[in-house]
């Protein structure tokens, strides 16, 4: 299925396809498959049922790539509402966001005055920002940016690509900084000069990327150390089925990781882990920028369309 991934990753930034997508009377229906709805009450209400069922969440305001300073500042305060409402309701839950809808292509200081202020605000409601991974145009100042923000603050984590080939060198890099690092396979379309372009080497590359935090490293706590977790975000049941024996051979301390998907996909895997008693948590996006992201999910898995076109005449 490479090709058909091609297709939708291409199709995901094509505005043209965007614009027909978007009016198709029936896009919305579909979408909310993976997404939880347009506004932050649906996504409130959304993530209450995951914590009623004993899951944590993450909560993305779907949008990217924004071209004006005035976009990232009403992303920003979006930002503040949906800790207002982690707050108010106490939901067992934290903020994740992309750096290009923060204003990072615009100006890297941008980005950081945005989610500075965000991470800010989030230290006072006692949770924590998710610095998101995007394509790797992004990558290195995605990690300058992050690291800004954790000479600042201890409550920022961001993500690790295990597709791309420098992944090893910022995962060891993240690892003794004491980082909270998100590991991915990686949702983009990348070229094989940055990375692997075979789906084997990505998921043999994401073993031994998840390796580097999952060894159990002595008793001795540090300042440093206090911070490091790993979480585990894939569907794939043959790498869950792995870390779970890694973390029992290798005690693990359970504060040290946590897995997590994706709000609507594989919810069975997600009861059923976090009935064995692993942390799990349930990443939850809603907003009206749902097109790419939606996009990006159809090319994970091409036979999505035929079951989305299927339920449409149930
Ligand atoms: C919590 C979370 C946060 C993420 N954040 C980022 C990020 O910041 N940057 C980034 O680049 N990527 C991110 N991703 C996406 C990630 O990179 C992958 O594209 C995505 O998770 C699919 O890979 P997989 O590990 O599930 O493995 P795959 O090998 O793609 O899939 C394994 C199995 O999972 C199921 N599955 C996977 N995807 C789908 C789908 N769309 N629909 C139905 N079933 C599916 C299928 O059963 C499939 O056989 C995130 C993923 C998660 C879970």
């Known amino acids: 299925m490479p090709l058909l991934r091609d297709a939708f990753l291409a199709l995901s930034t094509n505005p043209a396809a965007r614009k027909f997508v978007v009016a198709f009377p029936l896009s919305r229906k579909v979408t909310r498959r993976f997404v939880a ?3 932050l009450d649906e996504a409130v209400a959304t993530v209450k049922r995951v914590n009623a069922q004993g899951m944590l969440a993450t909560l993305d305001f ?3 790539a924004v071209t004006s300073a005035e976009e990232s500042r009403v992303a920003r305060d979006e930002y503040f509402r949906i800790l207002d409402a982690i707050e108010k309701n106490q939901l067992n839950a934290y903020p994740s966001l992309k750096p290009t809808q923060m204003g990072l292509v615009i100006d890297p200081a941008l980005a950081l005055e945005n989610i500075s202020a965000i991470t800010a605000r989030a230290r006072a409601v006692g949770t924590l920002v998710r610095v998101e991974m995007e394509d790797s145009p992004h990558t290195d ?3 300058a940016l992050f690291k800004r923000l954790r000479a600042e603050f201890s409550n920022v984590g961001t993500v690790i690509q295990s597709c791309l080939y ?3 060198a910022d995962m060891q890099d993240l690892y ?8 991915v396979k990686g949702a983009y379309k990348e070229p094989p000069t940055v990375a692997f372009p075979e789906k084997k080497d990505v998921d043999a590359n994401y073993l031994k990327l998840a390796e580097i935090f999952l060894r159990a490293n002595g008793n001795q706590e540090t300042e440093t150390t206090r ?17 779970k024996q890694f973390i029992r051979e290798h005690n693990t301390p359970r504060e040290r990781y946590e897995f997590q998907m994706l709000y609507g996909i594989r919810s069975d895997l997600q009861s059923q882990l976090h009935a064995e008693g692993y ?3 349930v990443y939850v996006p809603y907003g009206s920028h749902w097109y790419p992201y939606f996009m990006r999910r159809l090319a994970e898995r091409p036979a999505n369309v035929f079951f989305l076109i299927s339920n449409l005449f149930k």
Do not use: F, Y
Not at 176 to 183: D, F, K
């Open 279 to 281: 942390p799990m948590r």
């Open 166 to 168: 420098r992944s090893e």
């Open 141 to 143: 100042a995605t990690l």
């Open 176 to 183: 003794n900084m004491g980082a909270m690092v998100r590991l």
């Open 62 to 64: 779907l949008g990217e």
């Open 37 to 39: 709805g347009e506004t």
């Open 227 to 243: 911070m490091r977790q790993l979480a585990l975000a894939t569907h794939d049941k043959k790498i869950v089925d792995w870390a």
